[in-house]
């Protein structure tokens, strides 16, 4: 078997280059997730869908020839899981924001990130007193089933988990191929494969509004017949960078998350809240959480200080959508709520906060359980992504119903 284990500072450029790209997909901005919960752009199931399915077939096919990965399938404590995820969806409908994506947006300068960042710290905190109580060691031992995969045990039947890979990743690519992006429109991975299909002009109307939206408060120019034009208006069949920015940035996602897990561990970011609160409020020793996130933890803060600066990188010299920490309030949630920033801070504080703390008790976010976790074919992941999609959607629903 080949495997290596490398140092944890190499962390810092997976984090990079992760953090660009993710950031040239828009996520670091929130209304990018809000729009997903209200169902209007599912550019990022379309990508994430993607990634997994590519990851997941280079992850088992390597494992069944022999090369070995560090695995990081999530324990499947039913309820616990559950609810943290329940509590996680309704946290991203709030806010906007995952805890990577709050990296991102720092890097991008934004200023509402800055509250995310304080509500996420509270979060795992809580997390972290609530682990304390016979309650928290409830939810994380009851109807536990230990770190199981569609094949069985983890690291496991691995040819077997090759041939369920590949059955995934068709599901996966189908999903992408068949979600259309917008209403009545098609989907990325269908307008990438098709050159010559040309955008109903409805549809192309959205494309260009969302390049608007990711690029309102940006304090840089864009220019003219350079490549942050042609990446912020790639749905232009004449850019030719419709399949590059929407295809192969989810293939290439999916294939760090794989070297990530051959060269040290998965691709995570809420542990690093709970390392960060350890060291600042609730000290290892005294809280058993504390104990084991500085006891077990990786390379998250690293790999979460390259998703910082692989963002603000992006921003500068790919996208040009540094904020400079401007007032940049989402379309989505000013129509809401006004455009008074006491109330975006709250919002972002207070989704943040839930967001965290749903991610802490459930073991893992968007990276750790849906990203890495369902490349990995993870039980815990599934049930983790579907009832995250399921709160998301219905508190989306509830809060901005009245959105035009």
């Not at 290439?252 to 060291?279: K, R």
């Not at 920033?341 to 073991?363: C, E, N, T």
Request: aromatic share 14%; net charge neutral; glycine share 12%.
């Amino acid at each position: 078997m080949i495997s290596v284990t490398a140092w944890e500072w190499i962390g810092i450029f997976i984090g990079i280059v992760i953090g660009g790209l993710a950031e040239a997909w828009g996520i670091s901005n929130p209304e990018v997730l809000i729009r997903l919960g209200r169902w209007k752009d599912r550019l990022f199931v379309g990508c994430i869908a993607i990634a997994i399915g590519a990851g997941a077939l280079a992850l088992y096919g390597l494992a069944a020839l022999g090369i070995g990965f560090h695995w990081g399938i999530k324990p499947d404590y039913v309820f616990g899981v559950a609810l943290g995820a329940a509590i996680f969806g309704t946290g991203i409908a709030i806010s906007g924001y995952v805890p990577g994506t709050i990296w991102m947006a720092l890097g991008e300068g934004r200023r509402d990130a800055l509250w995310a960042l304080f509500g996420g710290l509270l979060g795992a905190a809580s997390w972290t007193v609530i682990y304390q109580t016979s309650f928290g060691q409830w939810l994380v031992t009851y109807d536990n089933f230990g770190q199981i995969y569609f094949g069985g045990k983890v690291d496991t039947d691995l040819t077997v988990g090759f041939g369920i890979a590949i059955a995934w990743a068709i599901i996966m690519f189908g999903i992408s191929y068949l979600l259309p992006r917008y209403k009545g429109g098609k989907s990325c991975a269908y307008n990438s494969l098709h050159k010559l299909t040309k955008l109903d002009p409805e549809e192309e109307n959205q494309y260009v509004e969302t390049a608007g939206m990711l690029l309102s408060g940006a304090s840089m120019p864009l220019g003219k017949n350079n490549l942050p034009e042609k990446v912020n208006y790639h749905w232009t069949v004449s850019s030719k960078l419709f399949g590059v920015v929407m295809m192969s940035v989810g293939i290439i996602i999916g294939l760090m998350v794989v070297l990530d897990m051959f060269l040290h561990q998965i691709f995570g970011e809420s542990t690093t809240f709970s390392w960060i609160v350890a060291y600042l409020w609730l000290p290892a020793g005294v809280w058993k959480y504390s104990t084991l996130t500085v006891h077990t933890i990786g390379w998250e803060p690293f790999s979460d200080i390259g998703t910082l600066f692989g963002a603000f990188l992006a921003s500068i010299f790919f996208t040009r959508r540094f904020q400079s920490f401007n007032n940049v309030i989402p379309p989505s949630w000013e129509s809401r709520f006004g455009n008074s920033q006491i109330k975006r801070g709250a919002g972002a504080f207070s989704g943040a906060y839930l967001m965290l703390l749903g991610a802490r008790m459930a073991d893992g976010c968007a990276s750790g359980h849906i990203l890495s976790g369902d490349l990995q074919m993870a039980v815990s992941s599934l049930e983790f992504f579907i009832i995250v999609m399921i709160f998301l959607l219905l508190v989306s629903y509830i809060i901005y119903r009245k959105v035009k």
